[in-house]
């Protein structure tokens, strides 16, 4: 065949594959340059709405209102200059009379397709396989092409009342339209109610798949009206529900855990669908799981354990700092990012804030201390806790081993008294526990909820009455995490000779106790618990609107705006006004609950019975034990300047038993020294030993795949509008993807497989859509750039290491390097939308709950419980966008927008040449390996940071020198846990 193969040749394969009917399908059918694009219908370019028009029909609760509005052609010209014109158009609706609710706004489009001239045609016109190819494209496509154009608006909504009324929009398109009423027939009325349904479903399930926020509104709003109006009910999330598989459960459990949003969610939407079968709670809490011993060598010997160890109780978590400029260091990054790690790597357009909550609940600022005393005072701290429910309140407390434990509490004392005549509602007073007094900080909706107690060198300040109990009972002699044989285990060959600065331990009986009947079921209620104060919130915010008296719950239910079954729970707790704010009558306020160590578990239902017994079963039979978890982190010099350093982490779960971690865990293969000497030039690159006769190579032994990526500027392919443009800026994308030895996952794939090109003498073969691939007796890869093929080749080679691995990471340092802009840019486009998320759910909050513009803000964070925040780096301030009567109407947007640039091919944003991804303004390269032994899981690494110093110095600078590192952290696993699989045993070393 010619070189310059053709398009045809290479997709008739590809068609073949799919199958005859689907292309003679494909064939029959046929689409018209410009379509319309809109449930409700719209006009073409050449056909647009001629004049404005209505139907508003009188109903009970509510009328109907629907109004069909074309767009000034000065507008639709605007908006082609859009990345997204319909996104880009937005537009608040009102009326005078205050009258409309629920609205909703659908752009009308017409699709605009490139002309024939300017797509050019595949295969031979006229005939079939030409007609098949250029479906085929039209429908890989989907609509990639083509452009839609707003050219009108489709406004649907509720009324109440009768007579006539003025609508009036503003924002992009401001416009006010008189409205008559007419009555109807009750056929006509459902028919216009079911059209604005499915128009305001369809705009609510859009808006939470395309934006990042939390959706409580949106789905509040869907349940509640289909409750009140008696229409279908509407599935919001559709099919992207996660599903059930062999990991749902102890997803589930961890999820209760965690307190994630996926959970928090469903619970909702229980609560707001389901009329559940409440039973009395009347029987005694289930059985926990038999749990099986692990077997652990029996004597350790002489182990060097830290004291501080010796008064944390076993069940609690223990994340050690050593020091207090430890704390301070890992407390500055978290501060720098609102209070959560993750908005350092992930941006999100909201955060929870959760280290202020716990300084709030805790009633003790950190930071004070540190510039008050830092290491002056303190020999020793760590955070310890019985569960990890950090945005809701968890039971949590810090122990300090103080150098003089009388200044310390004596300065604790005092930002306490401090604290407390700053809130006029909290009290003071002091318990008797274990023959010592403990000082108690209050309010009644618990969001200062502050425990404070000494026992020789010892203060802990807590959020939980049982923590103190427990860490009082163990200076009494109690059992300790220190006497624990899996902790001497673990610092048998952890030491603290190795000094890390930070030591996080999570033993067998911290999960233990939260799969227990008390942690498992309260989890449960208290998510339900959450639930009911949002819903309450909301309701209570909307009753404001309607005119309703929103504080009681009563009201609120004969009203519609709650269901019937509301606040009907087992466990008795009620949801109570206090103040301007719902409280639960258990466990206080939202952000700062009762910590579940502190709630006792008398009683089940029959439903949380079972339930907790099936749960049982599966850890008994699938688990049969819990595996501790231990983390460690050191920091080292870098040669990198003055502002950088180098983190060493090491990860294990040892003992370790793959089968209970399921699918994922079976898809490795054994641990290997070799490796592959991949690219020196590589910008990252990954390979891992991926088992054989598995699912990814049914037919292979054991085998590695590996990938890397170049520095350079990959396209964007969000930007590449169709199925040629698409295969372009694939054939652009600077990266590699191998396997060795042959046959590996390479081989495999269905339509990339051996028989579908042959090689030439020198191994290189051309396959489908421009994909080139080189084949040796030994090695197979695929690029779409033949000279990064031969680059590689050239450097390919097989190493053994002295470090046993299944997977090897490295990632190089990103700033500075072409690949750099596009990470910016990728960010910042991620950040953009955030922004506007917030913004639009702004407007929903405006437009469905009628808050005013000017509070919107507030009241959205409050509802919400999280801070809104622009990703990219504004403030959202209030603009006006109409003064056309005495009420001006506003919305939000960010400052940073108007800062940003259009990229004038695709019009998306560009960011500002001073914009950098949050990550690559500390990242500067790191490597981890993955190594899964058959009674180990080790994952160990080193990260290069450059960041500025601590905005909070620690008054004592000793130990501010940041030591060399002298050993390879990659070869841990291996000394540690041996180097083949029948001894992977640890071995008592110092690294």
């Known amino acids: 065949m010619a070189p310059r193969q053709t398009i045809a040749a290479h997709c008739l394969p590809v068609l073949f594959w799919l199958g005859l009917p689907a292309l003679f399908w494909l064939a029959t059918l046929s689409a018209s340059p410009l379509e319309a694009q809109d449930n409700q219908g719209s006009a073409g370019l ?79 016109r ?40 003025t609508l009036e929009l503003a924002g992009d398109l401001q416009q006010e339209i008189l409205v008559s009423p007419a009555a109807s027939d009750q056929r006509q009325f459902n028919i216009s109610l079911r059209s604005w349904w499915e128009h305001y479903t369809q705009h609510a399930r859009e808006t939470i798949e395309e934006n990042d926020f939390p959706k409580l509104v949106h789905k509040y709003l869907v349940a509640m009206l289909a409750n009140r109006l008696g229409l279908p009910d509407v599935d919001l999330d559709g099919d992207s529900r996660a599903k059930g598989g062999e990991l749902e459960q102890p997803l589930k459990t961890l999820s209760l855990l965690a307190g994630i949003e996926p959970l928090r969610e469903q619970i909702l939407e229980d609560l707001l669908r389901e009329n559940p079968e409440r039973s009395t709670a009347e029987l005694p809490p289930p059985e926990s799981p038999q ?34 400029s430890n704390f301070v260091w890992m407390q500055d990054i978290a501060e720098r990012y609102g209070g959560d790690f993750a908005q350092a790597v992930v941006l999100r357009g909201y955060t929870y804030d959760a ?67 700053q809130n006029p509602d909290a009290s003071v007073g002091e318990l008797e526990i274990e023959g010592k007094t403990v000082l108690r900080l209050s309010t009644p909706d618990n969001r200062i909820r502050s425990f404070f107690a000494t026992d020789g060198d010892y203060v802990m300040v807590t959020t939980s009455q049982r923590l103190v109990e427990r860490f009082l009972q163990v200076g009494n002699g109690g059992p300790s995490l220190a006497e624990t044989d899996h ?58 609107s309607e005119g309703i008296d929103g504080n009681q719950i009563s009201e609120l239910k004969a009203s519609g705006l709650l269901p019937s079954w509301f606040d009907e729970r087992a466990d008795g707790a009620q949801t109570l006004r206090s103040g301007d704010r719902w409280i639960d009558s258990l466990r206080g306020a939202r952000g700062s609950f009762l910590p579940i160590a502190d709630v006792d578990l008398v009683s089940v239902t029959q439903r949380e019975y079972d339930e907790y017994s099936r749960l ?34 090491e990860a294990y779960i040892a003992p370790f038993e793959a089968k209970k971690y399921g699918w994922v865990g079976r898809q490795l293969g054994s641990a290997t020294p ?81 028989n579908l090109a042959i090689a030439d003498a020198n191994g290189y073969s051309r396959i489908i859509g421009g994909l080139w691939r080189w084949q040796d007796s030994a090695f197979s890869l695929l690029s779409f ?40 840019q990728q960010w910042y486009q991620r950040g953009w939308k955030s922004s506007h998320a917030n913004a639009l759910l702004l407007d929903t909050v405006n437009q469905q709950l009628k808050v005013p513009s000017a509070d919107c803000l507030q009241t959205a964070e409050r509802l919400l419980d999280v801070k809104l925040q622009c990703p990219i780096g504004g403030e959202y301030q209030l603009a006006q966008v109409s003064s056309q009567n005495s009420q001006p109407i506003g919305w939000w947007i960010s400052s940073a927008w108007e800062s940003a640039n259009a990229n004038p091919e695709s019009l998306q944003p560009l960011p500002p040449a001073d914009y950098t991804a949050p990550w690559i303004e500390w990242f500067r390269g790191g490597k981890m390996h993955l190594t899964q032994g058959t009674q180990s899981l080790s994952l160990v690494g080193e990260l290069s940071l450059e960041m500025q110093a601590p905005s909070i110095d620690p008054s004592d600078s000793s130990g501010s020198v940041l030591p060399q590192m002298n050993f390879d952290i990659f070869s841990l696993p291996s000394k540690i846990f041996g180097s083949s699989k029948n001894n992977d045993a640890p071995k008592r070393r110092q690294f």
């Open 487 to 544: 902790f001497r285990w673990t610092r048998s060959w952890m030491p603290l000779a190795n000094q890390y600065n930070i030591f996080m331990y999570f033993s067998p009986e911290f999960f233990q106790q939260l799969v227990s009947p008390q942690y498992q079921i309260e989890l449960q209620r208290r998510l339900e618990a959450i639930a009911h104060l949002e819903i309450a919130e909301l309701a209570s915010e909307l009753a404001r």
């Open 355 to 421: 280290s202020s909550r716990m300084e709030r609940m805790l009633a003790a600022k950190m930071t004070q201390l540190a510039k008050m005393f830092g290491d002056n005072l303190i020999e020793d701290m760590a955070l310890v806790g019985s569960d990890l429910y950090m945005t809701e309140g968890p039971s949590l407390g810090v122990i300090f081993h103080a150098k003089n434990a009388s200044l310390l509490a004596t300065a604790i004392r005092a930002d306490r008294q401090a604290i407390a005549r």
């Open 46 to 124: 050449n056909g647009r709405l001629s004049e404005t028009r209505y139907e508003a029909l009188e109903g009970q609760p509510f009328g109907v209102l629907s109004v069909d509005i074309p767009l000034p052609e000065e507008l639709t010209e605007q908006l082609l200059g859009a990345a997204d014109p319909v996104a880009e158009l937005r537009v608040l609706v009102r009326d005078r009379q205050n009258r409309v609710c629920f609205p909703v706004v659908r752009v009308l489009t017409a699709t605009l397709a490139e002309s024939e001239n300017e797509r050019p045609l595949l295969g031979r």
């Open 785 to 824: 750039d033949r000279s990064i093929l031969e680059n590689a080749i050239a450097q390919l080679a097989i190493l053994e290491t002295e470090d046993l691995a299944q997977a090897r990471l490295k990632i190089s340092n990103l700033d500075q390097s072409q690949m750099s802009d596009w990470v910016n």
């Open 616 to 649: 049982a079963k599966y850890y008994q039979q699938q688990w049969r034990q819990m595996d501790p978890m231990v983390i460690g982190i050191r920091r080292f010099q870098s040669d990198l300047g003055a502002d950088a350093e180098k983190v060493a982490f």
């Open 291 to 324: 749990w099986t011993p692990t077997n652990l060598p029996e004597d350790v010997g002489a182990v060097e354990i830290e004291s501080i160890a010796s008064r944390v109780p076993p069940e609690c978590f223990y994340l050690r700092f050593s020091s207090f």
């Open 126 to 165: 006229g005939r079939l396989g030409g007609r098949i190819l250029n479906r085929l494209r039209e429908v890989l496509d989907d609509g990639k092409d083509q452009k839609s154009i707003p050219v009108g608006l489709h406004v649907a909504a509720l009324f109440r009342g009768t007579g006539p009324m």
């Open 674 to 754: 070799t490796a592959i000497q991949l690219p020196e030039d590589d910008l990252a690159s990954l390979q891992v030993r991926m088992r054989g006769n598995s699912l990814l190579a049914p037919d292979s032994e054991d085998y590695h795949l590996f990938a890397g990526v170049k520095d350079m500027a990959p396209p964007n392919l969000e930007e590449s509008k169709g199925l040629l443009q698409t295969l372009q800026a694939l054939k652009t994308i600077p990266a590699y993807i191998g396997a060795w030895p042959k046959p590996g996952l390479v081989e495999l794939l269905p339509i990339l497989g051996k």
